[in-house]
């Protein structure tokens, strides 16, 4: 069985300051991890993903994540918040199918 | 290459209705995944298939059904509308079975009145 638990329905950062999205997984077998983002009235767009390799995965626009097997977690960062950046963004598993979290929406703050 | 494309936008039916939403896949892609967004519920799997035949199911009733077409295009249908239906459906698709990046289309935008 998988699932994904987003730690935090609503992020506030100030522009510019470090942006952190927290993702813990639950997965039985070796886990495919995919942050999305969704703009408003808009569907998800991938911001990247993690396979196998290298567990520093780097995405668009700026964005990165590790995958920790040990802490089973997959959080999202950005060193320095945009304007352009406040949308939700959903942490996925996907095993058989593409299970996702419930979501964190990111605020940008002048 | 274009992306996936859901037909309508936008809709409002009434309780009781029935609706069929209309999802086109990128080329090449074979399987349509279906989803349910929801403020309250967020992101909720309906079902998959791959190949016309559906692969795997969400929990939801049976009111909600889909197909897919020997051209990878999907449908889904939803009877009896209830208001609780209201909802951005969002169809994915990939390149195939199992685990792997799934890419969305832009919703259709359910109200149900």
Redesign the interface.
Known sequence: AQSVTQLGSHVSVSEGALVLLRCNYSSSVP??L?W?VQYP??????LL?Y?TGATLVKGINGFEAEFKKSETSFHLTKPSAHMSDAAEY?CAV??????????TRLSIRP | KAG?T?TPRYLIKTRGQQVTLSCSPISGHRSV?W?QQTPGQ??Q?LF?YFSETQR?KGNFPGRFSGRQFSNSRSEMNVSTLELGDSA?Y?C?SSLGQ??????????T?LTVV
Do not use: D, H, M
């Open positions: 886990p495919y995919f999305y009235n808009q569907g998800l767009q991938l993903k396979t959903f996907s095993a058989s199918k593409i299970i996702f979290g419930s979501g | 996936v859901q995944s989803y967020g992101l799997f998959e795997n951005l969002l994915a199992g685990p792997g990046e799934a890419f969305f289309g832009q919703g935008r």
